[in-house]
């Protein structure tokens, strides 16, 4: 039976968040050189690659909120082409580290009735099969509900990965995050934030304090609630830094690595 694991990069990672439509190379490289190391090292293993939309979609669905308080016909295809583009850069960083991957864009695999997101994942199922490693990313999509004409949703990544996993049955998913893992609350305001190395799924809420974040997709809290919905017994979900060294080889391997395991 084949291992399936479901890998998603952030967003925050793998851009400059700060720099709109500005690719983190060297850490995008890094990434997909751990990835790389691991399928060569485990012929058997599969993984579903999902990555985040970071300065490349945020922005523009930011901006667009702000405006008209919804993402209108404009900016939907506007995030789609950004999207795709972000989508291109990994995809290429992929194939120069010897992946082969292809590319299923959400929007083509994916809708939405009254917010509800439905999938179907056939076409994900088929590539691994063929051994080829899809890459799927948050993205825009229709919902189709609405009685005036379409209108569109966001489907995060970490939305995705909650899907993927439930619909393949996968035994653990690795969130790839610019924080080391879940902290006792945040590290970026709190130094007094201690990092939590394990954890059960029903601690969760009482162990740690999420703060609100501004990103249009959510913060830590968002990840972790959404994954939370996915678990099942004899799951784990692993919160992991994304700038440290082999950490993310090292958490595919099921060697030490920084971060939080998450029992379900």
């Not at 300065?55 to 082409?81: D, Q, W």
């Not at 009254?114 to 990313?137: E, K, W, Y």
């Amino acid at each position: 039976m084949t291992l399936i694991k479901v890998v998603k990069l952030g967003g925050s990672v793998i851009t400059c968040k700060d720099s709109p439509f500005t690719v983190n190379v060297p850490v995008l490289y890094d990434l997909a050189h751990q990835i790389s190391k691991y399928l060569r090292d485990n012929p058997g293993a599969s993984l579903v690659l999902i990555h985040g939309g970071g300065s490349y979609g945020h922005a523009l669905v930011r901006e667009c909120l702000s405006m008209y308080g919804r993402i209108t016909r404009e900016c939907f295809v506007r995030t789609a082409h950004y999207m795709m583009m972000l989508n291109n850069i990994v995809l290429e960083v992929m194939l120069a580290n010897g992946i082969e991957a292809v590319s299923i864009p959400t929007r083509s695999i994916c809708y939405a009735v009254d917010s509800t997101v439905i999938c179907n994942v056939d076409q994900i199922r088929r590539c691994i099969s063929a051994g080829i490693l899809p890459v799927v990313f948050g993205d825009v999509v229709i919902d189709i509900s609405s009685a005036g004409g379409a209108k569109y949703i966001v489907v995060s990544g970490d939305k995705l990965a909650q899907m993927i996993a439930r619909e393949f049955h996968v035994n653990e998913v690795i969130l790839v995050t610019d924080v080391d893992g879940i902290f006792t609350s945040d590290p970026k305001r709190d130094k007094s934030a201690k990092l939590i190395k394990e954890l059960k799924a029903a601690e969760v809420r009482s162990k740690v304090k999420f703060m609100e974040v501004t990103d249009v997709t959510g913060g830590m809290g968002s990840k972790v609630v959404e994954m939370l919905e996915y678990c099942t017994e004899g799951t784990r979900i692993l919160v992991i830094g994304g700038f440290i060294k082999d950490n993310l080889y090292n958490a595919l391997s099921m060697k030490e690595f920084i971060g939080t395991t998450i029992w379900c």
